[in-house]
């Protein structure tokens, strides 16, 4: 599980579809507590299929 300080969100640029860490990815089978880095190098937004590569960090 990430520590508090890794749990920040990440939203795409493409959407604005959010990463929120405490939910994770239902729809990608992404548990609750990944945090953002964890996630796989192929995962995508569920909405319109954006890569890590075209999230930024939020706050």
């Known amino acids: 599980m ?3 300080h890794e749990m920040y969100q ?4 493409n959407c604005g579809y ?4 405490d939910k ?3 729809k990608g089978k992404i548990a609750k507590g990944t945090s953002f880095e ?3 190098d192929d995962w ?3 909405i319109c299929g954006a890569g890590k ?3 930024r960090p939020l706050g």
């Open 24 to 26: 994770g990815d239902r």
């Open 2 to 4: 990430a520590e508090p």
């Open 38 to 40: 964890d996630l796989p």
């Open 18 to 21: 959010i990463y929120n860490p």
């Open 44 to 46: 995508k937004c569920p």
């Open 10 to 13: 990440c939203q795409t640029v």
């Open 53 to 55: 590569k075209l999230f």
